[in-house]
Each structure stands twice: as C-alpha cells, then as structure tokens.
C-alpha cells in the first residue's frame, strides 16, 4: 500500500476548507499517512473556469452563508469570519510556504492557526503585517515570519503550486488528491478515509 501523502489544496477563504483543515490530519494518521498542505489561489482558479465565490452567486448565497455555519456546527468546529470576507489570502499562504521550508511539519500549524484566527475568531489576516500578527500570537516569530512572506523564493513556490492545481484541474477548495483520486469538498472526507483504508474501489 502506498505511503505517499495525501495532497490537502485550500484556499483560506474556503470555509469548507476551514472545516477539512481540523479534520484531514487524523484520518490521513489513522492510516500511516501524512499530509501535505497545499494553499493555493482560488481566484487564479476562477479565472479559468469562470467561477465566482458562492455567497456570490444568486440564490445559493443565502443558503450557502447558513451551511458554513451549520456544517461548522455539526463538525464541531468554531466559525466566526471576520467582516470583509472574502479577503486576499495571499500573505496567509505565503507564510504556509515559509514555515514548511522551515519543517514540513509546521505547515499544518501555520495554516490551522491562520485559518482558525480568521474563520474561527475573525481577525484579519489579508496583509502581510496582520499574518505576521497572527502566526506570533500561535507561537511563530512574527519578523522572521513577516520578511518570510516577503522572500522571492515563497512568493514563487505560491505561483507554482497555483500553477500546477490549475493544470491538475484543481478547481475548489477543500480538494484532496489521493493516489492520483481527486476528491472535492469536505463531505468527502469520508470517502477519503475509505480510499485510503480500502486503496480503491
């Protein structure tokens, strides 16, 4: 059976993603894998296939606003966005990109303690100096973390892996690759834990 790990893709506007992002490590565990956190641009995305965010779109926003919050509720995850949402997520990946060349483990805590500081306690994180903020507040050295985001290098690695979900048709946020399975949306996540006990069906 494989070893190789599961590929997590968000974006931090997603609250779906915000939801799979507490979840997607334990199942990925319980069968001997790993994750590898993958933020990634849903904007760059929806330029090519023409999408818009979906409390945008006409008669599924009202619905779609609601399910955040009950899908938040039912998976006992606190939700909370901050006001001006959706915002620009760039600074926040960066800063995922920045603590993985770090330790590739310290891109799960990076990005669950971004994404728990503006969908679970609505604080801003669209600026480089509020994401320095946040990522301190978790334990992170803001200033290395602030001139991390700024680095050419972690700015590029955002542009490759937005690059390469567009041309893997990544095209949503959660989004898992399995083995080569893509699987969309949280409410996969149970599929996800089956493939991986099962290898396929």
Known sequence: MSDAPVEFFFDFN????YIAAHKIDDIAARHG?????KPFLLGAVFKVTGAVPLPQVP???????HDFARSARFHDVTYNPPKDFPFSPTAASRAVYWAKAQ?????REMGLALYTAALGEGKDISSPDAVAEAAGRAGFDSAAVAAGIQDPAIKEQLKIVTDDAIAREVFGSPFFIVDGEAFWGADRLDMVDRWLETGGW
């Not at 894998?33 to 956190?37: A, K, L």
């Not at 008669?59 to 779609?64: L, N, V």
């Not at 330790?103 to 891109?107: L, M, T």
């Open 103 to 107: 330790d590739p483990a310290k891109a």
């Open 33 to 37: 894998r790993t994750v590898d956190w």
């Open 14 to 17: 997603s609250p779906y993603g």
């Open 59 to 65: 008669m599924k926003g009202e619905y779609a606003r």
